[in-house]
């Protein structure tokens, strides 16, 4: 299996489906990815697309998970964050079942 490493990579494209959300990334090296996320209750990007990324994390609670229980509290997923290497701050948080990661030509 490949290694996958986000830092000093940058997010090219954001494209959601459904309950899919699939990240065009680019990483330190050039190498192109697809970031696949399945089962989509949410996500908020404040300039993402194009922006450089210093570390993708799992965050127990966000402001944008609160959001999504107070209109159904049944629903809960996995927060992933990623944020900015420049200012350190979240520019897009998914909330999701989970992801995969898969090499580009």
């Known amino acids: 299996m490949t290694e996958f490493s986000v830092s000093d990579g940058t997010i090219e494209k954001i494209i959601c489906e459904r309950e899919r959300i699939f990240i065009e990334f680019v990483d330190w ?55 900015c290497a420049r200012e350190w701050n979240v520019i897009l948080t998914i909330v999701a079942d989970g992801y995969t990661v898969e090499k580009r030509s």
């Open 29 to 83: 090296q050039e190498e192109r990815w697809l970031i696949t996320f399945e089962n989509v209750l949410g996500f908020k990007s404040v300039g993402a697309v194009g922006a450089e990324v210093s570390e993708m994390f799992v965050k127990d609670i966000t402001p944008l998970s609160q959001e999504l229980t107070v209109i159904d509290p049944l629903e809960v997923g996995v927060n992933y964050c990623f944020t």
